[in-house]
């Protein structure tokens, strides 16, 4: 009886309670303010900011009411534009921001469903009497959305500006709702710059001085912005049915805290906006990170812009596209190579504006008629002869190609036009079906006559408001959304590729590229989350420097180089694997519910294996194994000096101990795989302390190696006016060079001293350039070098030349190397071309190219003579180096390579080849490495360099 009479009043009191929260208002008024009180959080509103925000799913407050004493510099400019903003038409009238003061009458109203604040009088400047505008209104309502408990904010603003001779020259501009006070210490992501995480500790300055400002969705990729704890979120975003993109963001911090600014703007002429209405945010927190509210926005993609999956609007081979091949056209051989590599319809080409007739070929330049179409037949777009031909073989090896277009350079001809002409420059073309259809027309006849499965659009970003109607009302903006649906409509087997990651390309195109030429250490999925279901993103830009962005965003594309390499190395071997795997395994962004704060990005494959960017000293592409284990698919360390690494190396790689990868330059990524690696039987075990494996040559019996500090300043080629005399060169220690004057660069050589290396070799070899070799033992040998500077170990036997021989007949290999960390990028055999042996110089300044021979010279003393230059007339100079067991013994700086001659000059005749002799006295029935390289300038048009005579001759 007990225990039913404590059941009774404990459910008499859990009712109660429950009656009580019931009867709690979510809305009451305390001043001037509304609070906001749900299960979920607490807010307090006071006129147009949010003061205070409670996540009462954790227990924390993530903003408080707070007076700065010294605001940053980027609070006050956002104090001072916020509000309600007024623009003029008359020059030089700057825009005027209204906000709140004190004479401004402030009506709170609440109710059991909604409250309003009515902010009646607002001033531009509160120290003068004059700027108060008595008849602008401001009313901020709160209501509930009862299906997921999310706060909408809507704003209404009426300008009262009095028409002047029936006539306004002022109109609304903007209305901005503030979010104060904001922690600090919270995470706050963002979808831009595709997007980003700011973590900043409480002395940042990050923020302070100036105030970034994002418009939706050009920069700001999507209109939402997500805080986050580490126990939960917040987020804002905009509640937007029409998909009216006149929204920005700012941010500004100060004294440790985050203060957003959500700004929607007008998007009318100016004397027509008297009034802004029905401009609603949403907010809400969660329990969770950023995944959550992230997953909110999508599904708020789906149920307000009917946006669907790529899977439902593609055509069906659209969906297994990994690789983009561009910007230039491949050709059919190369095409052909990589379809033998890479399944069917996993490949795309984008083109330039090369496949164009015409292009590029006025004077000046860029003015050609554009399209170029003739005027009596303005529908079509002609190609460049052959290139149908070209489309037809690509397209037939299932590779998919998307000729280059643009809806917005449209040349109609301005003197048969003028009128058409002025509104197509206008950009209000896309606004009306009729001029929908134009462009539409345009790219259904490429397709028809080139047998192409795709279009490429140039310019397909959405700019922002526009002086000639509402985005709703079908301008530029939201016209060419309206005209990629009419497209797909067309011509649905047919996918479109345009610019950028927003709800506007998300919606219209199959591809979109993006441009990451850096790294940027705040990279975040966002921007995966939100568009990765809607769009495959790829990275025009991609390389080393911004491989790491691409796995953090999840790009599920790669980007290859049209021409086919059949010996990748380095990042272009990354490249390839990256893109084949993605293309075989049919690889598709995974959001687990807990995200590893290791892993960049998840993914998985057709038959549900997961794979993962991670870091690791670097980052490391892993896929998992059945029992959970990890396979290293491939590796890109950075900021290691050396790593164990069993059964892994890094390709053409010399510094081993062991399982240990040593000599590692920190400064640079070096890329290490898993299989058919291949270790020279002599390598560098240990270097001195400080020291790298800098610029080094690996060749089948012997490597050369250059050891110095990972900061050591490889400078380009010399390029001061005072260098530029083509007979300028740079006289190297023990006078070796002759017929030729010296210059003084080399003053400026660091000093040197005396360091060990150990050089570890499971059979006979020979240690040349080094001050002391000691053996230890049967395997190693202690070698004094000079540092920096560079040691030569040899295990086979060398060439012996005689007076009179010529390298021309010896057998030699070039590679392409970094200049300042070794690494190679392309190996193979000079071209051969009667009495000159030519090679490739790589990527200037950054690299070279060098032959090389391992020779035994005579006893009676010879020299080298020989001829040098550019067999073509392009370029911007280059430097050409000999060298004796690594050390240059001579050095020559040709100037541009073309001649002075402006006739000469616009032919592209280059300048005549020069002639050189090196003294080679010194060496005299010694055992060397003699090298020639080729250093390119600041750019590459001069790639392809030249050697002639090449002859050993007595010295007399």
């Known amino acids: 009886m007990t225990f039913m009479r404590c059941l009774g009043a404990f459910l008499l009191l859990l009712i109660a309670g429950s009656i009580g929260y019931a009867a709690q208002k979510p809305f009451t008024v305390e001043g001037r303010a509304v609070v906001v009180r749900t299960e979920r959080y607490e807010m307090t509103v006071e006129g147009l900011e949010v003061v205070r925000v409670v996540n009462r799913l954790t227990g924390e407050r993530y903003a408080s009411p707070r007076q700065s004493p010294s605001p ?63 008849d602008m209104t401001a009313m901020l ?6 299906a997921t408990g999310d706060l909408l904010l809507t704003q209404q603003v009426r300008s009262g500006i009095e028409p002047v001779h029936d006539i306004r020259d002022r109109g609304l501009k903007s209305v901005t709702l503030r979010w104060l006070g904001l922690d600090g210490a919270l995470r706050l992501i963002a979808p831009t710059d595709v997007g980003v995480a700011y973590e900043e500790p409480a002395d940042s300055t990050l923020f302070t001085t100036d105030m970034p400002r994002w418009l939706w969705p050009m920069g700001w990729q999507a209109g939402l912005v997500i805080l986050e704890s580490g126990k939960g979120s917040m987020a804002m975003w905009a509640d937007e049915p029409a ?58 993609m789906k149920s307000q812009w009917g946006m669907k999956p790529i899977s439902e609007r593609s055509p069906k081979w659209a969906e297994k596209v990994r690789i983009v091949l561009g910007s ?29 007739k015409g292009w590029n070929q006025g004077e000046p330049k860029y003015e050609t008629p554009w ?44 003197k048969k036009l003028p009128w058409f002409e002025q509104r197509l420059h206008a950009r209000t073309h896309l606004a009306w079906r009729i001029w929908q259809r134009f462009y539409v027309d345009l790219a259904h006849d490429i397709v028809s006559r080139y047998g192409t499965s795709g279009i490429y659009e140039d310019c397909s970003w959405v700019v922002d408001r526009h002086f000639d109607g509402k985005p709703d009302g079908d301008n530029w903006a939201q016209g060419s959304v309206h005209m990629r649906e009419y497209f797909h409509q067309t011509m649905p087997d047919v996918a479109m590729m345009g610019e950028r990651n927003h709800e506007v390309t998300a919606r219209g195109q199959n591809f979109a590229l993006i441009w990451i030429e850096r790294p940027n250490p705040r990279r975040h999925p966002i921007c995966g989350r939100l568009f990765n279901e809607f769009i495959s993103v790829w990275n025009l830009a991609q390389n080393v420097y911004s491989c790491d962005d691409d ?62 960017f991670v870091r690791d000293r670097g980052t490391r592409f892993i896929k998992l194994r059945s029992n959970g284990s990890p396979e290293t698919l ?86 001061s006016p005072a260098k530029l005399d083509a007979e300028a060169v740079k006289q190297a220690p023990g006078n070796l060079i002759t017929e030729a004057a010296p210059n003084k660069a080399d003053e400026t050589k660091p000093a040197t001293r005396i360091g060990q290396v150990i050089v570890k070799a499971s059979l006979p070899i020979h240690v040349l350039g080094a001050t002391s070799v000691a053996e230890q033992g049967s395997n190693q040998r202690d070698v004094g070098i000079n540092l920096p500077g560079t040691i030569v170990v040899a295990w ?94 001579w050095q020559a700086y040709r100037t541009q390579e073309v001649s002075s001659d402006p006739e000469k000059a616009k032919d592209h005749i280059a300048l005549p080849i020069e002639s050189a002799v090196v003294d080679l006295t010194p060496y005299a029935g010694q055992m060397i490495s003699l090298e020639l390289a080729v250093n390119g300038h600041q750019w590459g048009g001069s790639e392809t360099m030249s050697w002639g005579g090449l002859r050993f001759e007595p010295v007399k």
């Open 551 to 612: 796995d953090i965003r999840g790009a599920l594309v790669t980007h290859w180089s049209p021409g086919f390499n059949a010996d990748p190395l380095q990042e272009e071997w990354m490249l390839r694997q990256r893109g084949l795997i993605f293309a075989n395994e049919q690889l598709v962004s995974h959001w687990p519910d807990r995200w590893d704060p290791t892993v960049m990005h998840y993914f998985t494959g057709k038959d549900g294996t997961e794979y993962r």
């Open 328 to 356: 230039s056209m491949p050709s059919p051989a190369h095409a052909a190579k990589y379809a033998d590599i890479a399944p069917r319809d996993t490949m795309a080409v984008f083109t330039s504006q090369g496949w164009l």
């Open 141 to 146: 309502t709160l209501r509930m959305d009862d």
């Open 72 to 134: 940053s510099a980027s609070l006050q400019q956002q104090q001072r534009e916020s509000g309600v903003a007024v623009e003029s038409l008359r020059p030089n009238e700057p825009d005027r921001f209204y906000q709140v003061v004190a004479q401004t009458r402030v009506d709170v109203r609440a109710d059991d469903h909604s409250a309003t604040i009515q902010l009646t009088g607002l001033s531009c400047d509160p120290n003068r009497p004059e700027a108060f505008f008595p």
């Open 796 to 889: 086979d036997q060398p060439i012996t030349v005689t007076p009179g021989a010529s390298l021309l007949d010896l057998p030699t290999t070039y590679s392409v190397h970094d200049r300042k960390t070794g690494l190679v990028y392309q190996r193979g055999q000079p071209r051969k071309q009667g009495p000159t042996l030519d090679h490739y110089i790589g990527n200037p300044p950054a690299q070279e190219g060098v032959m090389c021979w391992l020779l035994q010279l005579p006893k009676e003393p010879v020299k080298l003579s020989f001829d040098y230059g550019t067999l073509h007339g392009y370029g911007d100079g280059a430097e050409y180096c000999v060298r004796v067991n690594g050390g240059e013994i």
């Open 371 to 414: 399209p170029n179409w003739p005027f009596d037949n303005p529908v079509r777009y002609e190609g460049v002869d052959g290139i149908g031909d070209q489309f037809a073989a690509i397209e037939k090896l299932g590779i998919h190609v998307f000729p280059y277009t643009n809806a917005t350079c449209v040349g109609w001809g301005s």
């Open 243 to 300: 998909l009216d993109y006149s929204r920005a963001m700012t941010l500004a911090r100060s004294q440790a805290t985050w203060t957003i600014g959500l700004e929607w703007l007008t998007s009318d002429r100016v004397e027509r906006n008297q009034t802004i209405d029905n401009v609603t945010w949403r907010f809400n927190v969660f329990a969770g990170d950023w995944l959550e509210p992230a997953g909110r926005y999508v599904k708020q």
């Open 634 to 719: 491939y590796w890109r360390l950075h900021g290691e000096r050396q790593i164990e690494a069993p059964g892994l190396g890094i390709e053409g790689w010399l510094a081993y101990d062991g399982d240990r990868i040593v000599g590692l330059n920190p400064e640079a990524p070096m890329y290490v795989v898993g299989e058919n690696i291949h270790r020279p039987p002599a390598v560098i075990a240990s270097v001195p302390e400080g020291m790298a494996v800098l610029r080094h040559v690996v060749r089948d019996g012997y490597w050369i190696a250059q050891v110095g500090p990972v900061d050591i300043q490889i400078p380009p080629p010399m390029d």
